[in-house]
């Protein structure tokens, strides 16, 4: 990951190989589950989800620079598609591990249908399309009450199970998510440094200036999305297992909205950057449940600080805190 | 031989007639320029060769071969590329960085690293900014790296876009000197420039164009003889 230039937050690590670095924490989180308990080992699952979520979206818009506001819409398409293939709505049973490729094709596919008709929009007409889109589906899903049951939702579908291994409590989930996590950071970091990665960096600094250098714009635009997508259908999938019941509600602007903050808080386009902006963004809603009534005044106070004083977020990747301080 | 046929481009700007009829020829081993002031359609005749633009009439040949139907990445691959208007660097990758970019449709790393090394040797002040962001670069320097950028596709035809934009005169002539270098070692090129009196002093042919349109075409020492172009493109008081 990007290690070369570690932001201040982070300066006391500089001594560690990063390898070490990740190493150690993911032994850490993998210790964690048996001091914390069920409930926030929950929380940390939920937070998991939106990680992947993140580190998703983030291929989109940190990576290839394409404001996506309607991202939630993979995620309900990963989510739906497993709940009715895998549950008593159809009678349908098929098993977890073998959904997982079919969610993610189709949050693919997804996301590709989106990608073609706003292959040729920038920056704001393009934030209008997608935003609207992701609310389409979620309307359709809403509306279309023969198959999704509509706002009644799915209920009863099955647990995540893995060759005879049936995921049933927090810690299962906990460490199936995790997985997850590392998955996603993997590959989106192999991504970043590939000929891929290198025709998102070109397109998102000047898209005329790549397509002179014989970038094929309209297929990295593509791809982005895809890629994109595919990450929120590993996520909608998982989270569908997990709940056991999914309703279009789940599925709304917000989860968008706040995968893009998380993003944002995070530092666009770097991978650790969305780990530690999902882990704030979803875990101190919970922490502040002390102040109940306060809650979101207290966080929305915490993320106008933020953006205040770190604009280019807790961990910005290197090119990326370039780009801000050219801004500002 | 015969390496660019451009022939009767017209091109629009929406309902903006920009290209009213556009025809030119770079043979090989050529420097040809073409010379216009603002808004007479350089820029847009090297788009337009370039695949940006699509020309609503009229049709371009590469090696004789048609490319105003595909798309620039695909143009590019046959071995056109540009170094654009206003330079177009990426600024916030380091001058290195930018260099590969420029080789992005080449996997012959081998080959890649010569021609970086080509690049380094005839620009050395790139070398000794390799690591630096190209957007602190000075004008001069950043126009060198997009040139050298466009050179890193091993372009079989090099369209440069007024390359003396916003330089000193000092830079300018260095620039120049470095473009007749290229052209020597084997690269034709296609000069687009505002600054005649310079252009003249390297390329081998040029064309004049106003409004849209060719209205002289001829080798440059023809053209510096020509009273019109000394009095519009070269700034002389003819005495009548």
């Known amino acids: 990951m990007e290690s070369q230039a570690l932001p201040s937050t982070l300066r006391p690590l500089r001594g560690i190989p990063p390898w070490l670095r990740i190493g150690i924490l993911l032994v850490f989180l993998a210790a964690l589950p048996p001091f914390i308990g069920n409930y926030w080992t929950h929380v940390l699952a939920y937070i998991g989800i939106y990680v992947m979520l993140g580190i998703g979206l983030n291929v989109v818009v940190g990576f290839a620079g394409l404001l996506d506001l309607g991202y939630v819409a993979f995620y309900a398409i990963g989510a739906y598609t497993y709940a009715l293939l895998a549950s008593p709505k159809f009678g349908i049973h098929i098993p977890f591990w073998a959904m997982l490729p079919v969610c993610v094709a189709l949050a693919a596919l997804g996301g590709t249908l989106l990608g073609i008709p706003v292959l040729r929009m920038r920056g704001d007409y393009l934030a209008i399309v997608t935003l609207g889109f992701g609310e389409i589906i979620r309307i359709v899903m809403n509306n279309l009450d023969s198959i999704t049951n509509g706002p009644k939702g799915i209920l009863r579908i099955d647990p995540a199970a893995i060759g005879g291994f049936k995921f049933t409590t927090p810690t299962h989930y906990y460490y199936l998510i995790l997985v997850g996590c590392i998955l996603s950071a993997f590959v989106a970091d192999r991504l970043n440094n590939s000929r891929i990665g290198r025709a998102w960096i070109a397109m998102r600094e000047d898209q005329d200036a790549a397509a002179l250098m014989g970038i094929h714009i309209l297929r990295y635009k593509l791809l982005a999305f895809t890629i994109g997508a595919s990450f929120a259908g590993i996520g909608g999938i998982i989270f569908a297992a997990r709940q056991g019941s999914i309703f279009p509600d789940d599925f709304s602007l917000m989860v968008s909205i706040n995968v893009l903050c998380l993003i944002i808080i995070g530092g666009m386009g770097s991978i650790p950057g969305v780990i530690l902006g999902a882990v704030v963004l979803i875990g101190i809603p919970e922490v502040l449940r002390a102040v109940a009534i306060y809650r979101m005044l207290a966080f929305g106070a915490l993320l106008i600080i933020m953006m205040i004083f770190r604009p280019s977020g807790f961990i910005p990747s290197a090119r990326r805190r370039l780009e801000l301080k050219e801004e500002t | ?240």
Do not use: W
């Not at chain 2, 390359?163 to 470095?178: K, N, Q, R, W, Y």
């Open chain 2, 1 to 240: 031989m015969e390496l660019l046929k451009v022939e009767d481009i017209h091109t629009y700007y929406g309902s903006i007639h920009a290209l009213q009829g556009i025809s030119l020829r770079v043979m090989e081993g050529e420097i040809v320029t073409l010379i216009g002031s603002n808004g007479a359609g350089k820029t847009t005749t090297l788009n337009t060769i370039s695949g940006i633009l699509k020309p609503r009439k009229g049709a371009v040949y590469f090696q004789g071969e048609r490319i105003d139907p595909l798309r620039p990445h695909q143009i590019v691959a046959k071995g056109v590329c540009q170094s654009p208007e206003g330079r177009k660097i990426f600024t916030r990758l380091t001058v290195q960085e930018n260099l590969e970019m420029g080789a992005f449709i080449r996997t012959d790393s081998e080959g890649i690293r010569q021609d970086l090394d080509r690049v380094y040797q005839l620009f050395p002040r790139l070398r000794e900014r390799r690591r630096q962001v190209a957007g602190t670069l000075s004008g001069g320097e950043q126009q060198m790296l997009a040139i050298g950028r466009a050179l890193m596709s091993r372009p079989k035809l090099l369209l440069l876009d007024e390359p003396s934009m916003g330089l000193a005169p000092v830079l300018v002539e260095t620039i120049f000197d470095i473009i007749s270098d290229i052209n020597r070692q084997g690269n034709p090129i296609l000069l687009v420039e505002q600054n005649a009196l310079m252009a003249f002093l390297i390329a081998h042919r040029g064309y004049v164009i106003q409004s849209g349109r060719i209205v002289l075409e001829d080798s440059v020492e023809n053209l510096q003889e020509n009273e019109m172009v000394r009095k519009l493109y070269l700034g002389e008081e003819i005495e009548t």
